[in-house]
């Protein structure tokens, strides 16, 4: 009896649950000897952390929504993955998809609802062909994703610095373009929770009249579609067999009469589409404006942490962004309270994420290396 356990404890804690959840607590004992070198009460500064999410709606409304656009490049990046392909682009099709929110947003006027959809497929369509160039030049040159993606992602940067201060869409005395129309807004009730009747209404509901102060919008809803459909394209499709197949061997998918670089292209398009989704989001519901950027914001480089947390799968990625949306949200909240330096406080979350990505990394590093030595085999 007591050797089943035994062993069902074993299985458990070698699971990906188990290991993901041991190495949260290790990161977070990491976290704790860091901040008790820097002068500070661990015990304390986790409190703040917890209590700066969790004892307001508005906090947890405010953790769901910066989790929001790092739930959907880490689906970018696990959709990727499991076809085979490093997305190291997502932070360039973030921008696009940012770019053309803000662009679509302006200077189209379409009614409340379609004007919304159509900006946010047209951002997906455009962040899609951005990551399709990078799937493209794989598929016909040989160029490896990771190259061709990070050189993406830097013309991303500039193009959106150059047509934010383009004459006509460049908000007056700022570095930051026009808003976007209301009618592209997805954000919920934002008119009428400011107004008399809207306020008189909450004012009897004090747990919504809270929540509703933080930017709440449609973008978390989209982000657990988003996973949904992912998941359905990868295990229920022929396109995701197709997808899949190839991300496992290619060789052995073109044998099987897989087109393999149709499959490659097809596969960054819609991993692009995703991220260019995030940024749109992001957009419509919180910033409504793009700006100058004077470097990389971060939302798609997170989401490889995101995607490595959730094992690569939709619904993990759900889970990890959740996760880094709590630490990013809460953790400054310890700047605040303990007087500590903001470098301790970013060294206390990335040794958290560290120790959490870390054991997926090294599981990716030797599926990777299992499948080389199978390919060679074959060969």
């Excluded at 458990?12 to 993901?20: D, E, H, L, R, V």
């Excluded at 379409?110 to 990078?134: E, K, N, T």
């Excluded at 610095?161 to 006509?168: A, D, P, R, S, T």
């Excluded at 959490?356 to 074959?378: C, D, N, T, Y």
Aim: glycine share 12%; aromatic share 12%; charged share 10%.
């Amino acid at each position: 009896m007591d050797k089943n356990r035994n062993s069902k404890l074993l299985n458990w804690i070698s699971g990906n649950f188990g290991f993901t959840l041991i190495s949260i607590l290790i990161g977070l004992i990491v976290g704790a000897v860091v901040l008790s070198i820097a002068g500070f009460n661990p015990i304390e500064a986790y409190g703040v952390m917890f209590k700066g999410v969790f004892s307001k709606p508005k906090y947890i409304a405010y953790a769901i929504i910066y989790a929001t656009p790092l739930i959907i490049t880490g689906l970018s990046v696990a959709f990727a993955f499991r076809t085979g392909l490093f997305n190291i682009g997502a932070e360039g099709q973030y921008i696009i998809g940012a770019l053309v929110a803000a662009l679509t947003g302006y200077f189209l006027k379409f009614p409340p609802v379609i004007h919304a959809i159509l900006v946010i497929f047209a951002a997906a369509l455009a962040a899609g062909l951005w990551g399709g160039i990078a799937g493209f030049l794989k598929a016909r040159f040989g160029v490896h994703e990771v190259i061709a993606t990070i050189m993406l992602n830097w013309i991303a940067l500039y193009l959106n610095n150059y047509v934010v201060m383009l004459e006509g869409f460049k908000r007056p005395q700022t570095e930051a373009s026009y808003e976007v129309h209301q009618t592209a807004s997805i954000g919920l009730f934002e008119n009428w929770k400011v107004s008399d009747a809207g306020r008189e209404w909450l004012s009897n509901y004090p747990f919504l009249a809270d929540m509703m102060r933080a930017p709440v919008n449609l973008g978390f809803i989209i982000a657990i579609i988003l996973a949904l459909l992912v998941w359905f394209i990868l295990n229920k499709t022929t396109l995701g067999y197709e997808l899949r197949a190839v991300g496992l061997n290619k060789d052995a998918a073109e044998y099987g009469g897989i087109g393999v670089k149709k499959s490659i292209t097809i596969s960054m398009i819609i991993a692009g589409a995703l991220a260019g989704t995030a940024g749109a989001i992001q957009v419509l519901g919180v910033t409504k404006s793009v700006a100058v950027l004077a470097a990389m914001e971060g939302y798609g480089f997170n989401g490889i942490a995101v995607s490595l947390i959730g094992s690569n799968t939709p619904f993990g990625s759900v889970l990890g962004g959740l996760l880094f949306g709590i630490l990013q949200y809460g953790g400054p909240k310890i700047q605040s309270a303990l007087d500590a330096p903001s470098e301790v406080i970013n060294i206390v979350i990335g040794t958290i994420v560290f120790f959490i990505a870390i054991p997926k990394f090294i599981k990716l590093v030797l599926s990777f290396r299992r499948k080389k030595r199978g390919e060679q085999h074959a060969s």
